[in-house]
């Protein structure tokens, strides 16, 4: 069963407006209320996938039921830690072609409740078989949180795949414990490695993959939109291209690579396979309205169009 893990989950509000009028009021007759937070979608594209999988992390008050409640008619197992603090909501405003977002921190947590969350992860681990960690901490957490599940999900040989970014990522990186696998975009690659990445260029891409803060990480994706991907696997190099796609919403595409990634490591899957699955979800997310949200009846026609190059080093 593969483990997926939502520190910050939301209720994602989404308001679509023909128009956004600033200090009057706005009404909104369509309103869509959706399970959100990075690791939820994770959750659903495994789901889709056909393969076990269990939601934890830490959420709290009505708006933690009601993520519940929505797990619940998606038919997806959940075990997480639930406190008194209320989760978050988080707001997108749909208007005139843009997305006007609002995003609740969420609730501040203390030590208490890091204590607690890791005694909660420490049982699950026994049922895992890969581990996903996406997106940021909750207010009071350490910055080294994320490394400390990573220290004991390698104390059981299960591999982790991290999605995260900025220090939270930095810090597990610096730390003697790796993830298996982590899937930066090129904006969250370049704020780690603190140099410019030319995406048309093999060599450029190498460079980056090969910066030392990267080494000792098996796996590691570099996503980059409508171009695909570029990879390190071990010591290999990979370059993933895509057909051009109509897309409809690219907001969760990452987060649903992830689940392909997972779902791939989890049935011990061909790098070229696990590389081209993961690009399928991707770009199946950007063809749906909802976010994290894949139609699987068109998964062999893109799969298809996935063409993984392997680069030999000079
Ligand atoms: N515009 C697009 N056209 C085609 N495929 C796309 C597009 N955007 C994303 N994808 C697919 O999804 C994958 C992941 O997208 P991207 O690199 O944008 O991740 P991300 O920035 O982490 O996204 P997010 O954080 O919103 O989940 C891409 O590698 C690709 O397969
Ligand atoms: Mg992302």
Request: aromatic fraction near 6%; proline fraction near 4%; hydrophobic fraction near 35%.
């Amino acid at each position: 069963m593969i483990l997926t893990i939502t520190m910050n989950p939301s209720v994602d509000i989404s308001y679509p407006l023909n128009k956004l009028i600033i200090n009057d009021i706005n009404r909104v007759a369509e309103v869509k209320k959706t399970a959100g937070g990075k690791g939820l979608n994770v959750t659903r594209g495994i789901k889709y996938s056909g393969i076990p999988v269990l939601a934890s992390g830490i959420l709290g008050g009505t708006t933690g039921e009601y993520i519940q409640k929505q797990l619940d008619n998606d038919n997806i197992n959940y075990n997480f830690y639930v406190t008194q603090h209320e989760s978050r909501n988080c707001i997108a405003i749909l208007h005139e072609g843009y997305q006007t977002e609002i995003l609740e921190s969420g609730p501040v947590l203390d030590n208490h409740d890091v204590d607690i969350f890791l005694r909660h992860y420490q049982k699950l681990l026994s049922q895992s078989t890969v581990i996903t960690i996406s997106g940021s901490l909750p207010q009071g957490f350490p910055v080294d949180f994320y490394t400390q599940l990573t220290e004991k999900a390698n104390k059981h040989q299960i591999p982790v795949l991290l999605d995260c970014s900025g220090k939270t990522l930095i810090a597990v990186l610096k730390s003697k414990d790796k993830p298996y696998l982590i899937k930066p975009n090129k904006d969250e690659l370049k704020q780690i490695i603190q140099m410019d990445i030319d995406e048309n260029d093999t060599s450029s891409l190498i460079k980056a993959l090969h910066h030392p803060l990267l080494n000792d990480i098996p796996f590691v994706i570099l996503s980059l939109g409508q171009n695909g991907a570029f990879a390190r696997c071990h010591n290999q190099y990979y370059q993933v291209s895509i057909p051009k796609i109509t897309v409809v919403n690219p907001v969760g595409s990452g987060d649903v690579t992830l689940a392909g990634l997972a779902a791939s490591i989890h049935e011990n899957e061909t790098v070229e396979v696990m590389l081209k699955r993961a690009m399928t979800m991707g770009m199946l997310n950007t063809m749906e309205p909802q976010t994290g949200f894949v139609n699987m009846a068109n998964y062999d026609h893109y799969y298809r169009q996935v063409n993984v190059i392997h680069i030999i080093e000079k």
